[in-house]
């Protein structure tokens, strides 16, 4: 069985990581802060006898060789990455349990048929670079290392220099070998298993997302002097969008979302009627064919509102991750897995990306959840029981020695 | 009479100190440009014999003496700081009209009675330090130097700081003199003149504004797990809170304007429901008992909104200009200047704020305006057409001329 006071204290060791006033952590992709966390991880590795690698995406991997070298590897895993003002366990639940995972196996002398792979992927959370997921995304073939490295920030830092900076550019070709299954340890980061009072939840896939760039440019003129009728007031017309993205959820159904999350309004001077806005548009569904239908919504309603304020609007899509649907055998074995351990357990749909979704193109995937109070994350009042993370990290110990044996 | 040429080539040529791709300026109040179109214009005086003195808010003087002595000097002025993305006319051509009248009356060896007193005060535009007409604000004793001196700009930088920095922190009391009367002549900056076909209009008084900062405090939460019910979305409030404020001066009449010019959201990232918003808010009327009863709709209104959403709302008063009538027998010497030069005159109201508004408070004061065309300023495309820039340089004189002998 695990150490469950190691992980617990390993979360609250981590988090000292770019830990802010709040109680949370803002520790940005291929900050110093990310760098730091990335400095202890490695050296948790090398105490394990780990094989320790880099990825040109800089992915951490750390790997416990299998009885039998013919057998493509196991992996697990998540991200280190936090949002601006990020929890203490999306993405770093996930990482931690797989190392307690990997000590488990080392502690008790016993050796898995496959090797047993543990990965810290990069920029997970899509805060500092857009789209989320990155890293996962160029292992599993979905963007190319070009356009990964060009990535860049709100500074304009492109990712490939922010590795490079970072010292974390490594030489091990970015996703080139097979792999038996990949499971994942996340938060639920939504209020499901908590209401239901579950302790694990089955997930059996990842809702669709799509992510917009919406520009609006009109006219700057003065706030004292240009009469309502004749402005073209950008930031007026941006604030019809986003209260049309709240409504266009709302008329498809309790499972849509809709968020705009990033909005910068220019000239940006008190007395001046904004000239131009540009702003961020996150649709979610679990059923793509619904976030069709959401977008042309949208769409079609923006450009009236648009046109009428004489406005011109541009709705550009950044990045699309239909919905993903995991692999049943996988899904079998968390569930096997919670079951046998005698935990309360329920399907569940993931409402947030994960590398998951990616992985799941390129080999057996699913994910094990744990609840998180008031359903609360990308908050740093985010938190997890003690319990339920040594109850999460037992689950993914067990599946993934099923898995071993298959 | 005014050498119009050389007027409308200093405008081309001060244009250059902080000229923006866009054809316009940007010249915020303190900054490096700021500095060297200062310097420029002290240089200016220099040849004219002029007494030069800057107080300590930085605003320059340059004094041509009178026969006088024992008579109060007549002042004219406006201000050389612009808006982020602003024009090449909007406080630059009553600066540069009043050095031209300076020039004439050197020219032609004219002493008055009064001595004349060019005027560039800082930080008219209220951009980089609100609130506007700061230092004119000093000099009528609406503001105390200590309260100037503190202004933060939006990084943090105090205003008496930044003089000291740009080297204009001058050693002249601010306002310790009185004024035998205040002339203003500025760009309309609005639409009316230049519907109605006049060249000059005459300026019976400023009408009432009234700056707020708003911040609304939600949640933070992640985009894809929250369901929309169950969030606190401080960004969706304050777009509501917008489209409130465009409803508001709808409500009361064409008159009445309401502007958002800043917004901020935060933490800013597009996968997070933003948890905090600060805006500001301004609002305009000719009549200040609308401008409370706007102040009053808008305040129940936004506070049910944020009820509603389970947002907490501040909406706090950083500034109030109450609405200024000028002087009857200066606005009747500039439309007896107007008329005697044969031009088209029409009263107006100033929608914008002018030092002019403060120095009222002080000593008599008007303003003369010219159109500006599609009504267009706090834009870069600002325009004015040389012949109406000639215009009103010669109205301003007259008017000077006629008060001089009062
Ligand atoms: N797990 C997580 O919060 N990922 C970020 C990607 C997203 O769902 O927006
Ligand atoms: N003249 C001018 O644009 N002043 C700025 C003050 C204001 O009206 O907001």
């Not at 309502?228 to 969008?241: C, N, S």
Request: proline share 5%; aromatic share 6%; glycine share 10%.
């Amino acid at each position: 069985a695990i150490d469950g006071d190691r992980l617990n204290e390993d979360i609250a060791l981590t988090s000292r990581f770019g830990a802010t006033a709040g109680g949370g952590i803002r520790r940005l992709a291929l900050s110093a802060e990310d760098q730091a966390v990335r400095d202890w991880l490695a050296a948790q590795g090398d105490a394990l006898g780990c094989r320790y690698t880099i990825d040109t995406m800089g992915s951490q991997f750390l790997r416990l060789e299998g009885r039998d070298p013919k057998l493509p590897p196991l992996m697990m895993g998540s991200h280190l990455d936090t949002q601006p003002t990020g929890g203490r366990y999306d993405g770093i639940y996930g990482v931690l349990a797989g190392l307690a995972v990997l000590r488990a196996f080392w502690a008790s002398g016993y050796v898995p048929r496959h090797s047993i792979e543990l990965v810290n992927w990069t920029n997970e959370e899509g805060a500092r670079f857009a789209p989320a997921m990155t890293a996962s995304g160029v292992f599993s073939r979905v963007f190319t290392l070009e356009q990964a490295y060009s990535l860049v920030d709100r500074d304009g830092v492109r990712l490939g220099d922010a590795l490079q900076a970072i010292g974390y550019k490594g030489e091990e070709p970015c996703g080139a070998y097979p792999l038996a299954a990949y499971f994942e340890l996340h938060i639920e980061q939504g209020p499901v298993l908590e209401n239901e009072g579950k302790t694990i939840g089955v997930v059996t896939g990842v809702q669709g997302m799509r992510w917009f760039d919406v520009t609006l440019t009109g006219q700057e003129a003065h706030a004292g002097t240009t009469p309502m009728e004749l402005r073209h007031d950008a930031l007026l017309a941006a604030a019809r969008l986003m209260v049309l993205a709240a409504d266009v959820a709302a008329a498809h159904g309790p499972d849509a979302k809709t968020t705009i999350g990033i909005i910068e309004a220019s000239p940006g001077s008190r007395n001046v009627v904004p000239g131009k806005v540009c702003m961020t548009l996150d649709l979610r569904h679990p059923d793509d064919a619904v976030i069709d239908r959401m977008e042309a919504d949208f769409r079609i309603q923006a450009a009236e509102i648009a046109a009428r304020a004489g406005i011109e609007l541009s709705v550009k899509e950044s990045w699309s991750s239909p919905s993903v649907p995991f692999d049943p055998a996988c899904i079998a074995m968390v569930r096997d897995a919670a079951a046998k351990l005698r935990l309360g357990y329920g399907d569940i749909i993931s409402g947030a990306g994960h590398d998951a979704a990616y992985m799941a193109r390129i080999c057996p995937t699913t994910m094990i959840f744990i609840p998180c109070r008031d359903g609360l994350s990308h908050n740093e009042a985010e938190y997890a029981t003690p319990d339920d993370i040594v109850a999460g990290a037992n689950v993914l110990m067990r599946a993934l020695m099923t898995a071993d044996e298959h």
